[in-house]
């Protein structure tokens, strides 16, 4: 089950270039998707049609590493019906709301806990140090993006046709925490920029792209064409059908100043569980804004994956990002939004007496749009 820390904070997080299936989408034709009117409270993006159990075939599991004194875990998760290739990641806790029914988590013991190394680095903070951890945004996720079902939406269904097209959808993961989501998505055939805080980035994302390359290195590669590196990928690692690579991005400074033109021009932003103060939502929003107005020849979507964490007050609340404050800014933007998922997960909330207690919440994955890329 979850816990109720908050999830993972990052700051962050050309060619011409089209999609390989940018054409076969009408963005007038989206009826068949959950889309409701930015006014209307997040009650209404829960359609049943949209509600997407988890996938018995995705399995995920965690075991616990030690090495020079130091404990980590790792999160481990297969590929679309391979079990014989799954991906690990290097993490520093367990996961938060991650596993499912009987998967094994790791147990850490207070002395697994080690202060963090990184607390002075320049540019980091307590809320960044929660992107060491994987959590349950990822999850669904990774399931919506490449684990399709019958009853997924149409639009679903084409981005899912493009992320495991090895011709190589192009795409930028803000805030990426481990590398989870980015770094599975490489692996069924897109080319992805994973970026984060230079401390993650560097501590985490970078080791677990070196070794999910090793894990992979004999897995069949289909397409000739595709066995060498993008060249917008300055240093691309080979990710199994896909490629990825890493670099930093602060939310808070212009793209311009940290990406080429190459690497701003991309197909798809996605993000998972990127944000839980109100005050982040502004930076990264800024961020995805700069992306949709940077990006040449296809207009990029972004994905986004939100769990609903209220905090006592409710969707009132000031100081925590809650659904509603959500589509509330993508309406100020004049942006749009449909719901290609959602699903409901165990989490414990505290009351306001302190007390911890079992409850449910949902997560969301969202698709959000320039309202100009529709021309």
């Given at each position: 089950?979850?816990?109720y ?16 299936c940018?054409?076969n989408y009408d963005?007038?034709h989206?009826?068949s998707c959950?889309?409701?009117t930015i006014?209307?409270?997040?009650q209404?993006?829960?359609?049943k ?8 075939g995705?399995?995920c599991?965690e075991?616990?590493?030690?090495e020079?004194h130091?404990t980590?875990?790792i999160?481990k ?6 079990q014989?290739?799954?991906l690990e990641?290097?993490c520093r806790e367990p996961s ?5 029914g009987q998967?094994e988590?790791?147990?850490l013991?207070?002395?697994?806990y080690?202060?963090d ?5 320049e540019?980091?903070?307590m ?6 951890k994987?959590w349950?945004?990822?999850r ?5 993006l490449?684990w399709?079902?019958?009853?997924d ?6 981005i899912?046709?493009c992320v ?7 795409i930028i993961e803000?805030g ?11 692996a069924?055939?897109?080319?992805v920029l994973?970026t984060?805080?230079t401390t993650?980035?560097?501590n ?9 390359e090793r894990i ?6 289909d397409?000739?064409n595709h066995?060498?590196?993008p060249?917008?990928l ?8 896909g490629w990825?690579?890493?670099t930093?991005?602060d ?13 701003a021009s991309?197909d798809f932003?996605i993000?998972s569980?990127?944000?839980f103060?109100a005050?982040m939502?502004?930076?990264l929003f800024d961020?995805?804004?700069?992306l949709?107005?940077t990006?040449?020849?296809?207009k ?5 994956s939100?769990?609903?964490r209220?905090?006592?007050d409710?969707t ?5 990002t ?5 589509l509330?800014a993508v309406?100020e933007?004049?942006?749009?939004i449909?719901?290609l998922a959602?699903r409901t997960?165990a ?12 409850d449910t919440s949902?997560?969301f994955?969202?698709?959000?749009k320039d309202?100009?890329s529709s021309?």
């Open positions: 089950p979850q816990s820390a908050a999830p993972k904070l990052s700051s962050g997080g050309g060619h011409q270039h089209i999609a390989p940018a054409a963005a007038n989206q009826t959950c889309q409701a006014t209307m409270a997040y209404q993006y829960m359609q049609e949209r509600h997407r159990p988890p996938y018995k995705f399995q599991r075991d616990i590493e030690k020079d130091l980590s875990v999160f998760c297969n590929l679309p019906h391979q014989q290739h799954v990641f290097n938060c709301g991650a596993l499912e998967e988590g790791a147990v013991s207070e002395d697994d080690a202060v190394p990184n607390f002075f680095d540019g980091y903070s809320a960044g140090s929660t992107g060491f994987v349950t945004g990822s669904l996720l990774i399931e919506a490449t399709p079902q019958d009853t939406c149409d639009r679903l269904k084409e899912q046709e495991k097209n090895v011709g190589g959808t192009r803000l990426a925490g481990v590398g989870v989501v980015g770094t599975y998505i490489a069924v055939g897109s080319h994973l984060d805080l993650l980035v560097e985490a994302i970078e080791t677990n792209l070196e070794r999910n992979l290195s004999n897995m069949s590669i397409d000739d066995k060498s590196c060249s917008w300055v240093n691309g690692q080979r990710i199994g059908k990825a690579d890493a930093p991005l939310w808070t400074k212009p793209i311009s100043e940290q990406l080429t033109d190459e690497q991309i932003i993000a569980d990127v944000v103060l005050s939502m502004k930076s961020t995805v804004e700069a949709f107005q990006s040449k020849g296809n990029p979507s972004f994905i986004l939100f769990q609903k209220d905090a006592q409710g009132d609340s000031i100081a925590f809650t659904v509603d404050g959500v509330a309406r933007r004049g942006w749009t449909e719901c959602w997960v989490v414990k909330k505290e009351d306001e007496t302190g007390s911890v207690k079992d949902e997560v994955v969202f698709e959000i309202a100009t021309s």
